[in-house]
C-alpha cells in the first residue's frame, strides 16, 4: 500500500510518500506539496500495473559511473575499437554528461548535444558520440533503469562525403620504390588489399606461394603504446590472392625464414606499428617529389585497395 506522511522539520513542512517496489521493497521519496507526491503515487502505481515501473534509485546513478560500467562489460570488442569507445566516452560525452543522472537525460537536450557536436567539431564526430551515448543508455533501459532510451530518434548530421583519390599502378609502384627496403609492405597493401594490423601479424606459414595466396587469420595493433594481438576484423579468416609479381617479391623476402617468423619486420627486428610505419617510411615516400600524388594516409584498414582497375586510398 502506498501512503502521504505529514512531516515538518525547522518550521518547514514537506510530504513524504511510502510506496512498495514490485519486488516488495519499501522506498519513500519527499515533495514540498501534497499534490506532488500525490501525482508521484498515482504515476507510480501506474507503471507498477503496466508493467513498465522503473525504480527510481536505479535511475540515480551518473552517466560517468554507468558508462564505465557498460564499457567494463564490452569483453567482446577488439582492444582497439574499446579504447576508441573509451576515447568517445573521455572526450566528447564525459564532459556533457559526466555528472548528469541517468533519470535526468532528456531527448531534447541529447539533441542540442548532437546538434552542438555537429557545428563545432565535425558530422562524423557527432554521430560516433551520439553512438556511443546510445549504447551505454540502451544497457540502462536493458537493465531496469530507464523505461525508454533518450537518444533514440535523433536527427543526426550527414557526412560530407570526400572525393576519392585513386593511384594508378605507375604511382603505386612508384611509392613502392621510395620505400626502399620496405617496397614489398607497399606492393602487399596495395594489391591484396590487407589492413596494416593484418600485414603485421602476417607469419610465414600462412604464405602459400605455390598457389600465390595469403590466409588471414590474425592481426595486430598497438594500443597505448601496447601490442594487441586479435583475429581479423569480423574475427573470420580468408584467403586473398597474390599477384605473380608480389609473390616474386615475397619469395625473396622469406627465404630461409621459419615458418612462425613474421613475414615483414620493423628496421630493428621488431614487429610493424602502423604509426612508426607512417613517420618512418610511407610520409617520406609520398612526400612530393617522390610520387604525384601530393596527400596519401596510411590509413587503419590499409594504405589502399585494388578496386577494378584501380588503386583507392583509404
Not at 576508441?84 to 556533457?96: Q, S
Request: glycine letters at 6%.
Amino acid at each position: 500500500m502506498s501512503s502521504i506522511e505529514k512531516r515538518s522539520r525547522n518550521g518547514k513542512l514537506s510530504w513524504r510518500a511510502h510506496y512498495r517496489t514490485p519486488d516488495g521493497q519499501q522506498r519513500n521519496r519527499s515533495f514540498p506539496r501534497k499534490v506532488d507526491a500525490e501525482r508521484f503515487l498515482t504515476t507510480v502505481e501506474s507503471s507498477k500495473l503496466a508493467g513498465s515501473y522503473i525504480d527510481p534509485a536505479m535511475a540515480r546513478m551518473t552517466i560517468e559511473v554507468w558508462s564505465q560500467r557498460w564499457l567494463d562489460s564490452q569483453a567482446h570488442l577488439k582492444a582497439s575499437t574499446r579504447e576508441r569507445y573509451a576515447g568517445l566516452l573521455r572526450e566528447h560525452v564525459a564532459p556533457r554528461w559526466g555528472r548528469v543522472k541517468l533519470s535526468d537525460v532528456r531527448h531534447a537536450d541529447v539533441q542540442a548535444w548532437v546538434s552542438d557536436l555537429a557545428a563545432n567539431r565535425s558530422p562524423s564526430t557527432a554521430i560516433k558520440a551520439h553512438r556511443v551515448l546510445s549504447l551505454v543508455l540502451s544497457l540502462a533501459v536493458r537493465d531496469g533503469r530507464l523505461v525508454r532510451n533518450p537518444a533514440d530518434g535523433m536527427s543526426l548530421p550527414r557526412e560530407v562525403q570526400r572525393d576519392r583519390r585513386y593511384l594508378s599502378h605507375a604511382e603505386v609502384h612508384a611509392l613502392a620504390d621510395a620505400a626502399g627496403p620496405d617496397r614489398p609492405i607497399i606492393l602487399v597493401l596495395a594489391y591484396t588489399g590487407l589492413r596494416f594490423g593484418e600485414l603485421a601479424a602476417l607469419r610465414v606459414r600462412r604464405v602459400d606461394l605455390e598457389k600465390r595466396r595469403i590466409e588471414v587469420a590474425e592481426s595486430v595493433t598497438s594500443v597505448n603504446g601496447v601490442l594487441t594481438w586479435g583475429t581479423p576484423k569480423g574475427h573470420a579468416r580468408r584467403w586473398v590472392s597474390v599477384p605473380r609479381f608480389v609473390a616474386a617479391e615475397l619469395t625473396a623476402l622469406i627465404e630461409g625464414r621459419g615458418p612462425d617468423e613474421l613475414v615483414f619486420r620493423s628496421h630493428n627486428g621488431g614487429v610493424l606499428r602502423s604509426s612508426n610505419f607512417r613517420r618512418d617510411v610511407f610520409n617520406p615516400a609520398a612526400k612530393p617529389g617522390c610520387t604525384t600524388v601530393s596527400r596519401l594516409s596510411a590509413g587503419r584498414r590499409a594504405i589502399m585497395s585494388l578496386r577494378g582497375r584501380r588503386i583507392e586510398l583509404l
